[in-house]
T-cell receptor, first 116, second 117 residues
Framework: NAGVMQNPRHLVRRRGQEARLRCSPMKGHSHVYWYRQLPEEGLKFMVYLQKENIIDESGMPKERFSAEFPKEGPSILRIQQVVRGDSAAYFC??????????????FGPGTRLTVL | DQQVKQNSPSLSVQEGRISILNCDYTNSMFDYFLWYKKYPAEGPTFLISISSIKDKNEDGRFTVFLNKSAKHLSLHIVPSQPGDSAVYFCAAEIGGGSGGGADGLTFGKGTHLIIQP
């Protein structure tokens, strides 16, 4: 059973370009979470999605950032017109549906975005 | 506003001794707490968790203690091993027991544990 997969692992963009980060959850998982880790900081929650639905996007910046989790395919975190402050590690996590015993989120290896 | 605080950026412990990592929180609505371990260039890995209705949870060499009145939790690792060297994140969430998947976790900044031979 493969773990959470993220690609690319490293992404370099120039200011003003778009960044697309992909996350494939673990098999059987229908919940996806995106987190951002700035240098010397902890992970900050961005958005929580289920298939075709955004459940909680309270941590998403209001502009330039969007996320989706389509019925087929990976979850995508999209950052338009990137700025240097977007440089960070972006982690995706997934969890299965169910009760409290399944509450642990399994993390992918992260995508390190560098904006030049 | 840092709702989950790990005040020690790093901790050095001798192999075989006990490692104690501390975490404080300010939001009394948190009712579920987790510890994650992270190696460089990898994602965090779940280690152990505790519900607010308990004050202790043990799993092998790892024990988490929760003091709700002090809004404090700690992770004990005994005996410490070289492979334990990593960054440890404390995380918390609201809405324990609601089922249907978790909402976002609130993380501390992490403590870098170094196990010395």
């Amino acid at each position: 059973n493969a773990g959470v997969m993220q690609n690319p692992r490293h992404l370099v963009r120039r200011r003003g370009q778009e960044a697309r980060l992909r996350c494939s959850p673990m098999k059987g998982h229908s919940h996806v979470y995106w987190y951002r880790q700035l240098p010397e900081e902890g992970l900050k929650f961005m958005v929580y999605l289920q298939k075709e639905n955004i459940i909680d996007e309270s941590g998403m910046p209001k502009e330039r950032f969007s996320a989706e989790f389509p019925k087929e395919g990976p979850s995508i975190l999209r950052i338009q017109q990137v700025v240097r402050g977007d440089s960070a590690a972006y982690f995706c996590a997934s969890s299965p549906p169910g009760g409290r015993s399944y509450n642990e989120q399994f993390f992918g290896p992260g995508t390190r975005l560098t904006v030049l | 506003d840092q709702q989950v605080k790990q005040n020690s950026p790093s901790l050095s412990v001798q192999e075989g001794r006990i490692s104690i990592l501390n975490c404080d929180y300010t939001n009394s609505m948190f009712d579920y707490f987790l510890w994650y371990k992270k190696y460089p260039a990898e994602g965090p890995t779940f280690l152990i968790s505790i519900s607010s209705i308990k004050d202790k949870n043990e799993d092998g060499r790892f024990t988490v203690f929760l003091n709700k009145s002090a809004k404090h939790l700690s992770l004990h690792i005994v005996p410490s091993q070289p492979g334990d060297s990593a960054v440890y994140f404390c995380a918390a969430e609201i809405g324990g027991g609601s089922g249907g998947g978790a909402d976002g976790l609130t993380f501390g900044k992490g403590t870098h544990l170094i196990i010395q031979p």
